[in-house]
């Protein structure tokens, strides 16, 4: 059999690790291309999709897509609505990792919770923007444990939450005046209308 090596960033190691230390990231790597190439290995040769799948499928979509859409939006406008509360620092940090909030924010709560049991450095202090995020994103940035922020958003949530940052943030960058016209997720585009003389 073949042997390959293939580089895994060790941001996503990371992930890998903290979602399944049982599991190896060759394991999981494996698994997953072979769903990815349609070919479990683990499928019983019992395990066959019924011949009406396709209709199966479809409903269960028409069913689950309106959820999914109204989670998405709720995330994407609670981060518009957030972002009057968090420093361009934060905001930058949170590009430098691909809006990916749930691994951006991981590094802040465990150093909060490291503040916050005495183990931080002498005179740090956690960000005081943490625990509205925590408002938004429940557990994951709230390194203590407060009962309110015992939620996990899901990952459609998260999805629409980083969307949300990201558009405010590409919208600094960019303004709609400015060439290419329009701001990041508008389906509007600005054209100059003035006339040549």
Excluded: C
Aim: net charge negative.
């Amino acid at each position: 059999m073949p042997r390959m090596s293939i580089y895994l960033p060790d941001d996503l190691a990371e992930q890998l690790k903290d979602a399944d230390p049982t599991r190896s990231a060759s394991q999981v790597i494996q698994e997953a291309l072979r769903r990815y190439l349609g070919a479990s290995s683990t499928a019983a040769a019992y395990a066959r999709v019924p011949s009406n799948a396709v209709q199966l499928v479809e409903q269960a979509r028409s069913q689950l897509m309106p959820k999914a859409q109204a989670d998405y939006e709720r995330g994407y406008a609670a981060a518009l609505g957030r972002v009057e509360d968090l420093p361009w620092s934060a905001l930058d940090g949170l590009a430098g990792a691909h809006f990916d909030v749930a691994a951006w924010i991981r590094p802040w709560t465990n150093g909060a919770g490291d503040i916050a049991a005495g183990r931080g450095p002498e005179d740090a202090e956690s960000p005081n923007w943490l625990p509205l995020l925590a408002q938004d994103l429940g557990q994951l940035a709230d390194p203590i444990g407060v009962d309110k922020f015992s939620f996990r958003p899901s990952d459609m949530y998260l999805r629409g939450y980083g969307d949300g940052l990201r558009v405010a943030f590409d919208a600094v960058l960019r303004h709609p005046g400015d060439e290419g016209g329009s701001w990041p997720g508008s389906s509007e585009v600005v054209t100059d209308t003035a006339d040549a003389s």
